[in-house]
């Protein structure tokens, strides 16, 4: 699917089987289970995706539109990725460009199926070439929750662990990394409610979508320190 036919009909004699809010809905809350109608409108808002208008007024989808959406919640939910990051990504897509979206790699004339693969504990430590002392490790210390199965973000979080561990770290080290988080979080999360007066006043989907803008600015801020940092350092 070429990411021009998500933003436009297709042409010719036969036309798309245009779908409502309600058959898009019923397409992909499967997948998605928080998927809303409030939703679908604030990604239309953020224009990432553009559905058709009946005389009535009343939205329409086409098949083209519904892959855009599953591609756009996917990335978002896998790749935890701002829908800013996400946009700009379609928008070169569209113009004829090769770019590169963080942990979906380079796309060569359409959008790519993102893996949102699942793994089990053994494919896990495959994946990521950790011990099972260090996923051990990295559980007790909060870096990675206990489950049953794995996400690709845990295979994410796992391979760095064992990177970090060729420079003497290991998980026990880095457990102040989870709590440093967890602060900042508190901090994105009380100065976007008070950016919008209180959290009531906005939808949980654009809540999260300020606050993943936000982490990305701290994330920039909080690398150009620890560089300079660094670069202070005597030898």
Do not use: C, W
């Amino acid at each position: 699917m070429s990411a021009s036919a998500a933003r436009k009909p297709a042409t010719g004699s036969a036309r798309p089987t245009l779908l409502s809010i309600g058959q898009v809905l019923a397409k992909l809350t499967p997948e998605f289970s928080d998927l809303s109608p409030s939703k679908l409108r604030f990604l239309e808002d953020r224009e990432l995706v553009s559905p058709g208008r009946t005389p009535a007024g009343y939205r329409t989808y086409s098949p083209a539109d519904v892959d855009r959406l599953r591609f756009v919640l996917t990335v978002q939910r896998d790749h935890y990725l701002p829908l800013r990051v996400i946009k700009q990504y379609l928008d070169d897509v569209d113009e004829g460009k090769s770019p590169v979206l963080p942990h979906a790699g380079p796309v060569t004339g359409g959008i790519p199926v993102v893996d949102s693969q699942r793994l089990t504990k053994q494919e896990l430590l495959e994946h990521s070439g950790a011990l099972a002392s260090v996923l051990d490790g990295a559980i007790s210390a909060g870096l990675i929750e206990p489950k049953r199965v794995f996400s690709e973000h845990d295979a994410v979080v796992l391979k760095s662990i064992v990177d970090a561990s060729k420079f003497g770290l290991e998980p026990r080290h880095l457990r102040g990394m989870r709590l440093a988080v967890d602060r900042e979080v508190g901090l994105v999360s009380q100065a976007v409610a008070a950016s919008h007066g209180g959290s009531k006043k906005v939808s949980k989907d654009e809540f999260r979508e300020k606050g993943r803008e936000l982490s990305d600015i701290l994330g920039t801020l909080r690398q150009v320190l620890t560089r300079d940092a660094i670069n202070k350092l005597e030898s």
